[in-house]
């Protein structure tokens, strides 16, 4: 199983960014997928979860409205769309696959940075 963030960057508030997370190794259309970050200092936090088909999303209240989570199972990529990005928002950003409700492979993360 492997699991690769791409796309991360600087951004500044208000703007928008998209990551990705390729994903091998498993039947990544039969998952259900997740999004978690980590801010500088502190510990991790969800951020978004879907389903296999893509068609049970559920957000933190703290990214709804404004992040947006999908899948692309015929290229096995995750993606989390992200707009009017947050100072707050600044993390590293893993994608996760889920297991019976619990991560059980992740990524290495991509680091994203809103600053002006």
């Known amino acids: 199983v492997q699991l690769v963030e791409s796309g991360g960057g600087l951004v500044q508030p208000g703007g928008s960014l998209r990551v990705s997370c390729a994903a091998s190794?498993?039947?990544?259309?039969?998952?259900?997928m997740t999004w978690v970050r980590q801010a500088p200092g502190k510990g991790l936090e969800w951020v978004s979860r879907l389903s296999s088909d893509g068609r049970t999303i559920f957000y933190a209240d703290s990214v709804k409205g404004r992040f947006t989570i999908s899948r692309d199972n015929a290229k096995n990529t995750l993606f989390l769309q992200m707009n009017s990005l947050k100072p707050e928002d600044t993390a590293l950003y893993y994608c996760?696959?889920?297991?019976?409700?619990?991560?059980?492979?992740w990524g290495k993360g991509t680091l994203v940075t809103v600053s002006s």
């Open positions: 190794g498993f039947a990544f259309s039969t998952y259900y």
């Open positions: 996760a696959r889920l297991t019976l409700g619990s991560m059980d492979y």
